[in-house]
């Protein structure tokens, strides 16, 4: 009798540890099936983000404007003040693009990597004087006016960066001050 109990607690003992290592590998393969799907998930957003920029004419064209130096603010902006000109629309919907990945970054939904697809279009726009001013007029409005400015992500991106002066975010900023705009 004894011994018939004893190969019960065996197997028993066996069917538990069967389960278990069963359980193990199944987790294993999930945490797996898991990590392969982020990776992918990180990959269409990158395409998303880059045929964006890429694909989209209007992106193209502002992105060509402000690479050869051609966009002057405000003289691209056809009126006196914000929210009527074709072009600037066009500018604050590439400057978004930009700025959305600025967000994704830090956040780690992009890693180091897969931002450096993207940084140097990024750092050339953010290098653009024109560029600069735009975003510097904005962001003093916004303040003024205690509202989140559209390209917050952007603008820290290249103060930390050191794309954009320090004192970028103050309204005596030594390098835009000469060139603000009326709406303030």
């Known amino acids: 009798m004894e011994c018939i109990y004893n190969n019960r607690e065996a197997l028993t003992i066996i069917i538990a540890g069967v389960g278990t290592l069963l ?3 199944g987790g294993i393969f999930a945490l797996l099936q898991w990590k392969a799907n982020t990776t992918l998930k990180r990959a269409e957003i990158i395409e998303q983000i880059i045929n964006k920029f890429r694909s989209n004419k ?3 064209s502002v992105a ?6 051609k966009f002057k603010y405000p003289d691209n902006l056809r009126t006196s003040y914000f929210g009527i000109d074709d072009f600037e629309s066009k500018l604050d919907t590439y400057l978004a693009l ?3 990945v600025c967000y994704l970054s830090p956040k780690k939904i992009l890693k180091e990597k897969e931002f450096a697809i993207l940084h140097f279009k990024i750092k050339m726009t953010l290098k653009n004087y024109e560029i600069q001013v735009y975003l510097w007029n904005l962001f003093i409005f916004s303040r003024k006016n205690s509202i989140f400015c559209s390209f917050e992500n952007l603008i820290e991106y290249g103060l930390k960066n050191k794309i954009l002066p320090i004192d970028f975010k103050e309204e005596s900023c030594d390098s835009y001050k000469d060139r603000k705009m009326l709406f303030q």
Not at 64 to 69: C, L
């Open 23 to 25: 359980t193990t590998i």
């Open 58 to 60: 209007d992106n193209v």
């Open 64 to 69: 060509q404007e402000v690479e050869y130096n």
């Open 98 to 100: 930009m700025d959305y």
